[in-house]
């Protein structure tokens, strides 16, 4: 610091001294009354002193920029001290500059402006003058301009436009201490009322007469030129003044009105540079900062201005500027000779008036003036248009010029690199001419991260394939954009891979690629996949979603087909790639089939052709259900908004479902309809018509019902190239059926009128049908038709006429009335519940009791094969529902007791007795006049329909015993505990039995019976007392003599091994 210090106490001294001559020179008069005229008398001491200070820099010292604004500044403060009388005192306390101002004498505004002048620093005058409040900075300005309008030369002329146009460019990003410093000075000078500038006006000002005193910065500048017009003596600077006319008019008036968008003009950025650099040669400063110039100086008219426009409108100024135009045109100074064709300041020029012109025109088109003022500005814009400048070329330079320009633009980030970076992914003759192409964007990846970018670098490398380029430079290519996607954003990636599947289809960048760039995608599409599955994304699921967005990009088809295999056969993976593929909905682009309504999404056909067909178990096929349930669910991108799923329903339903339930179709129909289950299952916004409404409804609706028809023969060995349902086909057919019918008859509901017809040809369809499946259509029906049931209902029921009809069927005669009660029960629990009220019995009359459950019994027999689990429930609660009415007559016969046992069995009568009652239908159902009714697929449905009966018995009959013993309560349910236990026993007998009668194995009656024997040893463990050890001796040695008559040797060992551990 004090090295510093002592550096700047030299070069202060050198500067006093310089200026001690100079006023050595001008005496008897002081340097402080010095006028322009005079300045020649002490030039040279003092440029000698400034060249002294500001070049002959030394290790450690400021450079020379530095000086030469401290030195405008140093006199500058001296001169607002002597010119405002302030207090030395108070400078002293106060300037920070006071000690450097005291060493020079009293100088005159005559000397600092003539220095400015002749030391070429307009630029940091320019800077300074930026630090005064606003009303001192126009009186700053004033005093300049008129000090150049005295005794006024070309170099006059050049500081005014010179310090004109630094006053238009951008500036500086931030000041220096030494500006910040001068502001502080200035701000004590200022008045309290002064103001900043603010911005132009938005409308014209129509005051041409007006005689007002020019208060404004532009009005000053504009006078200033219009008074120093004849010494514009040359074409470049007549360019100059020109543009900066035009630039204050443009920022001023016309900014808000022109569709001009501000960008890069690369072209003429590039001219510039190369101008500059063959100026400053070898010496001049670095690439980067000539370009950060350049756009500065371009910037500088196409920014708003930085000063109100008061006493001065777009008229007058235009007016003006065709004024100057003209006379400099008349005088040959506009003819640009050819030396300075291509010279910057005619471009600048060039410029100008292309920007002025274009923003006239749009404000003429746009309706804001008067018919007046539109005249005046058509007829200053065709003058404008008239200049020779507009009629140069445009300069000319290689392409490698410009790409210099560019990657030096990207290096350093400088203004406009975005647009560069738009420009340099797509420009051909750059990526042709060597490695630095490749080598900036492989540095600048960064720039290069958004969607745009990202496809016209896709588009160049497709270009770069088409022309047969260096195999090694196209793969470092597809490799830098590849890293580049990787880091979007994940909107911006699935906005890219939709924009990829446009263009290229569904092989990504495969599809264009030569295979020799295309080698070892595979194995980098295994790794991927086999480190996401490894890992579980265990951390975060970004990497994993980046990862397949990765391979997606080059070949999205091959990636989704490789996730969907995954998906099916890796165990637990469904879950994983469901919620990566829901972070990636790009993916889910249509393909266009030619002819269809609607496409196919690139994600359901890979589902179909990679896993679809390819099934081979029935784990594959759950994990096959869970993957696309999770696929046609909600994706929640955000926590804001939900997107469609990435399988939509109705494509679903159309890809999996309906193809399949043709009768020619080789595919198991359980798991299609699986898959159309999970697509109902799917909630639909409200207000929207349904989706399934897109997929033939009624067609639908028929041809699931046609199925469920023909289930009714599921035991019948079906026909030569027919589809065999089986019974658990035909439960999923009844619950899609009753599902279906309800999600359409709601869109009927809304508007029948619009339906009718269909549902008429539904009926007339359906008549074809078993009634049992019309009235899964009864939703549809809707007020249009009634439920029909086989006449013979009626002799058992009292049916309300205005739900429902009987009709004559030839296979439903006398007597079948109880069986179609019995069918009907089935169909649901509200229809089951109204037919056991309107159940015709009269139980004072004994016998008709007797035939009613006679014929029940019957009627179970003929149901009990046909009926799906749900269907069976249904039933047995029908049944259960007329037991406890007293309905239905089952006497309780005690062949499976040696004795009759003092147990209160009434809590438990309607167990027993419905265990005694299917013990009598299958005594029938397995009688000799049956004995060849049912095939063995059908003999083991019965069986396991049993098995259901018999677990639910059980259940209800553990529901009735008391709490389990305590040492307090040992003789409070031991009775009750006793009386389960007796039932239980009962039960396992009838399910012995049966099993017994049963063709077959039946391992679910040796199932149910191994069960109840586990229930009776918990009853005994929860109410010991309820049994002797006596009577537990007994109990083992009855129930293993009815074990001994289970034929199968293994089930027989393993109940009276269970029995023996009562």
Not at 126 to 132: A, G, R
Request: proline share 5%; with cysteine; hydrophobic share 45%.
């Amino acid at each position: 610091m004090d090295h510093e210090n002592s550096i700047s106490c030299e070069k202060t001294a050198v500067l006093q001294g310089g200026f001690l001559l100079a006023g050595q020179l001008y005496r008897p008069r002081s340097l402080a009354d010095l006028e322009k005229g005079d300045w020649s008398r002490v030039e040279q001491p003092v440029l000698r002193a400034v060249a002294e200070v500001c070049g002959g820099a030394r290790a450690g010292a400021p450079d020379s920029a530095h000086w030469e604004k401290k030195i405008i500044c140093i006199l500058w403060s001296k001169l607002l001290g002597q010119e405002n009388g302030a207090d030395i005192d108070a400078r002293w306390r106060e300037d920070p500059l006071f000690p450097a101002q005291e060493v020079f004498p009293s100088i005159s505004r005559a000397v600092l402006f003539q220095l400015v002048q002749a030391m070429g620093c307009s630029g940091v005058y320019t800077e300074l003058l930026m630090c005064f409040p606003a009303p001192l900075l126009c009186v700053e300005l004033s005093r300049l301009l008129e000090h150049l309008r005295r005794d006024s030369s070309p170099r006059d002329a050049q500081l005014l436009l010179e310090v004109w146009w630094e006053l238009w460019k951008d500036q500086r990003h931030s000041q220096q201490s030494l500006d910040r410093t001068f502001a502080a000075q200035c701000a004590r000078y200022s008045s309290p009322s002064g103001e900043l500038p603010c911005q132009a006006p938005k409308r014209l000002k129509a005051d041409p007469d007006a005689a007002r005193a020019a208060t404004c910065v532009p009005s000053l500048l504009f006078q200033a030129l219009k008074e120093m017009e004849s010494y514009v003596n040359s074409p470049g600077l007549t360019c100059f003044a020109l543009s900066n006319c035009l630039d204050t008019l443009y920022s001023s008036f016309l900014l808000e009105h022109a569709t001009y968008t501000k960008g890069t003009d690369l072209h003429s950025l590039t001219w510039e540079v190369r101008l500059r650099e063959e100026y400053n040669q070898a010496a001049g400063p670095r690439l980067e900062e000539i370009i950060r110039e350049v756009q500065r100086d371009q910037a500088g008219g196409r920014s708003r201005s930085p000063f109100r426009v008061e006493d001065m409108s777009l008229l007058q100024g235009l007016r003006a500027t065709c004024t100057l135009a003209q006379a400099w045109r008349s005088r040959g100074l506009l003819k640009i000779p050819d030396a300075e064709v291509l010279g910057s300041a005619t471009l600048r020029l060039k410029r100008s008036l292309l920007l002025v012109i274009r923003a006239l025109e749009d404000l003429l088109g746009s309706g804001g003036l008067v018919e007046a003022e539109r005249c005046d500005v058509s007829d200053l814009k065709d003058q404008l248009k008239d200049l020779e400048v507009l009629s140069l070329p445009d300069p000319q330079f290689s392409s490698a010029e410009m790409a210099r320009v560019a990657m030096a633009i990207i290096d350093h980030r400088l203004e406009g690199h975005e647009d560069v970076a738009l420009r340099f992914a797509s420009e051909l003759d750059w990526v042709s001419s060597g490695t630095e192409w490749i080598s900036c964007l492989e540095r600048n990846k960064e720039v290069f991260q958004c969607k745009e970018l990202v496809l016209k670098l896709l588009s160049t490398l497709a270009v770069m394939c088409q022309l047969e380029a260096d195999v090694l430079q196209c793969k470092k290519l597809r490799s830098i954009i590849a890293d580049i996607f990787s880091e979007l954003p994940l909107p911006c990636k699935n906005e890219t891979l939709v924009a990829v599947l446009a263009s290229w289809g569904k092989g990504g960048l495969r599809g264009f690629l030569p295979q020799a760039l295309s080698e070892g995608f595979a194995e980098e599409l295994n790794l991927a996949f086999n480190s996401i599955i490894q890992s579980r994304a265990a951390g975060s699921m970004g990497p994993a979603v980046s990862a397949v967005a990765r391979v997606a990009l080059q070949d999205p088809e091959a990636t989704l087909r490789r996730c969907c295999q995954l998906a099916v056969v890796n165990l637990g993976a469904h879950s994983l790639l469901a919620q990566i593929l829901q972070q990636l909905p790009g993916l889910c682009y249509p393909q266009p089939k030619a002819g269809a309504q609607t496409g196919e999404s690139l994600l359901c056909g890979c589902l179909r052709d990679a896993v679809w067909e390819k099934l081979s178990s029935s784990k594959e096929e759950e994990q096959f259900l869970h993957f696309i349930a999770a696929l046609m669910g909600p994706v929640a991108l955000t926590q804001e908004a939900a997107v469609e799923p990435l399988l939509a329903p109705e494509e679903v339903v159309r890809t999996f479902v309906l193809p399949c339930l043709s009768p020619l179709s080789s595919w198991r129909l359980e798991l299609c309809l699986q898959v159309l289950l999970a697509a109902l299952k799917l909630a639909c916004q409200p207000g929207v018509t349904h989706w399934v409404m897109s997929c033939s409804p009624f067609p639908f609706l028929f041809t699931l019902g046609r199925l469920l028809d023909d289930s009714c023969r599921c035991w019948e060995e079906p026909a030569d190239g027919s589809l065999h349902t089986s019974m658990e086909s035909k439960e999923l057919l009844i619950q899609a059926l009753t599902v279906l019918a309800e999600l359409v008859g709601q869109e009927v509901a809304a508007a029948p009128d619009s339906w009718s017809r269909a549902i008429f040809w539904l009926y007339r369809k359906a008549e074809s049908l078993d009634w049992t499946v019309r009235l899964h259509f009864r939703p549809v029906w809707g007020a249009h038709f009634k439920n029909e049931v086989p006449k013979s209902l009626l002799d058992v029921c009292e049916l309300p006429e205005q739900d429902w009809c009987a009709l004559k069927m030839p296979q439903y005669g006398a007597g079948t009335g109880l069986l179609a009660w019995a069918e009907c029960c089935c169909y649901s629990d509200s229809v089951q519940e109204k037919l056991l009220s309107w159940l015709s019995l009269d139980q004072s009359r004994a016998e008709d009791v007797r035939m009613f459950s006679k014929g029940l019994m019957v009627a179970l027999t003929q149901v009990l094969p046909w009926c799906t689990m749900a269907e069976w429930a249904r039933l047995l609660g029908a049944v259960r529902g007329l037991l406890v009415s007293d309905r239905l007559y089952v006497p309780y016969s005690l062949e499976y007791v040696d004795f009759l046992p003092l147990l209160d069995l009434r809590p438990l009568a309607t167990e027993l007795r419905l265990s005694v009652l299917l013990l009598r239908v299958f005594q029938l159902l397995c009688g000799p006049s049956c004995a060849a009714w049912l095939s063995a697929g059908g003999v083991a449905h019965v069986g396991r329909l049993y098995a259901v009966a018999v677990r639910g018995m059980a259940s209800s009959l553990l529901e009735k015993l008391p709490a389990p013993e305590t040492a307090g309560n040992r003789d409070d349910g031991r009775g009750a505990a006793a009386a389960v236990l007796f039932a239980l026993i009962q039960m396992f007998c009838h399910t012995l039995h049966v099993q017994v009668m049963l063709p077959g194995p039946a391992e679910s009656l040796c199932l149910g019976a191994l069960e109840l024997v586990t229930q009776c040893q918990a009853v005994l463990a929860a109410h010991p007392s309820s049994s002797s050890a006596l009577q537990r001796d007994d109990m083992r040695h009855f129930m293993t003599s009815i074990a001994n008559n289970v034929q199968s040797v293994e089930m027989r060992t393993a109940l009276c091994q269970k029995i023996a551990q009562l």
